[in-house]
């Protein structure tokens, strides 16, 4: 699961870049590494109980294991990328596969898993609603696999491992990560699972000189209330917000609380995004480099202006000594989805882009980051 680095839309320090998650095969986005680790978990747990021997890569594949795959039943909660994930991996090893979705998932990614043999089962509810159904539903029925976003040691694992193959990479590109020279990082953030296990491995690799910061919507700051607010456990609506962004990927109102606890002491800080800078940065990234995310993706891409152009972000630097080594730092947006967006959506998608970036006075801006105790 490698992607390409490219130069980014603006340069900035020594050297940034785009890592490219959106164009992951399956899936076209960030959950491909969480989602088939764990589906191939779930593989392998019924392939023991059913005596079958993981001999080679390809067992899995076979007609034995298919056949006691189809006994089994696959499902997840989600509200877009995840759910086709799991949906898609999960059908084409042979599981009977279901995905919950939330109310705000786009209906190109329900046709994508109907059309590949999933169930997908609509619900009224947000995220968490979702979830909780989905898993209320897979404890009553025997042979029946859940896929939980919120609490998953599995998912969370598959993501770490996202950090062994960017080191690679950085290698491979002549980058070093070190005192000297800072990696700077900007993931957007939903329920905190992908960002959470990238960060965690990155900060295991790198230490000190990796610094992560999480991007949400400015109507679904999920991850930036609950650490915060630490111990309450409060949701975006505790703040009065309410949870509606067209960034259909980050749209949770609470934080899992199995990640913020991994991360609390890991990640460096939090910020929010407007809806309407997510289509700028959708359209102009399509200017510059041809390239199509959808518009979670682009959360990130607002990181570096927050780092080095608000308050916040410029007490970060000073507060950690990082002012000598900012012109050689690495900064590195993580675009996580949009490779399988049907072309009549994103057309609409890039319109709006276009219309915001090209109006009179048109101009990003990024709210204050919320830096994590």
Known sequence: MYTRLCQPVHPIGKSSCLKQDHALPVAGSIKARGGIFEVLTMAEEVMRREGIEWATPLAPLQPEA???????????GSTGN???TIGVM???????????????????KKLRLRDRGV???????DFAQTVDAGRRQAQAAPRHFFVDDERSEALFLGYTVA????????????ITV??????????????????GGIAFGLKHLFGDAVHCFFAEPCASPAMLVRLAFEPQALSVY????????????????RASEFVQAMVRGLVSGVFTVRDDDLFRYLYRLHEAEGMAIEPSAAAGFSGPRMLLGTDAGRRYVRDRGLRPVLDQATHLLWTTGGAFVPAGEYQRMLARGRALAQAPGADF?????EESA
């Open 82 to 84: 995840l759910g086709l």
């Open 238 to 253: 505790d703040m009065g917000l309410d949870n509606l962004t067209e960034a259909d990927g980050l749209a949770v109102g």
């Open 90 to 108: 999960a059908a084409a090893l042979g599981f009977q596969s279901v995905v919950h979705m939330a109310r705000v998932a786009k209906e190109w």
């Open 178 to 195: 070190d005192a000297r020279h800072p990696l700077f990082v900007y993931l957007p953030c939903g329920v905190g699972g992908a960002p």
């Open 163 to 174: 950090a062994l193959r960017l080191r690679e990479q950085l290698a491979g590109a002549g």
């Open 365 to 369: 801006s990024s709210h204050p980051v």
């Open 66 to 76: 298919r056949r006691h795959f189809e006994r089994y039943t696959i499902s997840v």
């Open 119 to 125: 169930t997908v089962v609509e619900h009224d509810g």
